[in-house]
Antibody, heavy 120, light 108 residues
Framework: EVQLVESGGGLVQPGGSLTLSCAAS????????MTWVRQAPGKGLEWVAN????????YYVDSVKGRFTISRDNAKNSMYLQMNSLRTEDTAVYYC?????????????WGQGSLVIVSS | AIQLTQSPSSLSASVGDRVTITCRAS??????LAWYQQRPGKGPKLLIY???SLESGVPSRFVGSGFGTVFTLTIGSLQPEDLATYYC??????????FGGGTKVEIK
């Protein structure tokens, strides 16, 4: 059974930093692109970043470029999102998602989410 | 960027009703569209991919159709457990997918 478990969320002040983790199991992690998607309170879904199977390509939504860094450790079946210079508008539930076997297409599996609150 | 517009933004229907949600793309995306169900307090769940392919384990009452710029998700006979918000997502624009604004389905 595919499982994605996010951790690392919490309350942080504006300008602060936080690192989210996504632990994967039930599939060959190194065979899939992985993605972070976020959802602000009461709002819709927003793609944040994705990373290629071997970590050689990384892409970000414009609003987080230069502040967030996506990474992965295939030996540990884990993906990460380092978030710096956090803003109040980054407050959201952050979901880890596994892409389809064909690459950056649809998201076949999702985690339960990790809540990040940016507030003073 | 390719924008997706869903309609309606919310609806209320009775158990057994047929429900249709529409997703319009700002430019042609062929069949590069997926539909997700998000129940309250949960992560999204894939229902349909490639516009009309049913994900394994998803009830057959969920039907996707469309091509190009107009797509629909139809729930053939609404069930109580279908209470959720439904999102479309396009994957034509590599590497940045986009989502529609969501349609909240309530049960009368």
């Amino acid at each position: 059974e595919v499982q994605l478990v996010e951790s690392g969320g919490g309350l942080v002040q504006p300008g602060g930093s936080l690192t989210l983790s996504c632990a994967a199991s039930g599939f060959t992690f190194s065979n899939y692109w992985m993605t972070w998607v976020r959802q602000a309170p009461g709002k819709g879904l927003e793609w944040v970043a994705n990373i290629k199977k071997d970590g050689s390509e990384k892409y970000y939504v414009d609003s987080v470029k230069g502040r967030f860094t996506i990474s992965r450790d295939n030996a540990k079946n884990s993906m990460y999102l380092q978030m710096n210079s956090l803003r109040t508008e980054d407050t959201a539930v952050y979901y880890c998602a596994r892409d389809s076997v064909f690459g950056v297409e649809y998201f076949q599996h999702w985690g339960q989410g990790s809540l990040v609150i940016v507030s003073s | 960027a390719i924008q997706l517009t869903q309609s309606p933004s919310s609806l209320s229907a009775s158990v057994g009703d047929r429900v249709t949600i529409t997703c319009r793309a700002s430019q042609g995306i062929n069949s590069a569209l997926a539909w997700y169900q998000q129940r309250p307090g949960k992560g999204p769940k894939l229902l349909i991919y490639d516009a009309s392919s049913l994900e394994s384990g998803v009830p057959s009452r969920f039907v996707g159709s469309g091509f190009g710029t107009v797509f629909t998700l139809t729930i053939g006979s609404l069930q109580p457990e279908d209470l959720a918000t439904y999102y479309c997502q396009q994957f034509k624009s590599f590497p940045a997918p986009t989502f529609g604004g969501g349609t909240k389905v309530e049960i009368k």
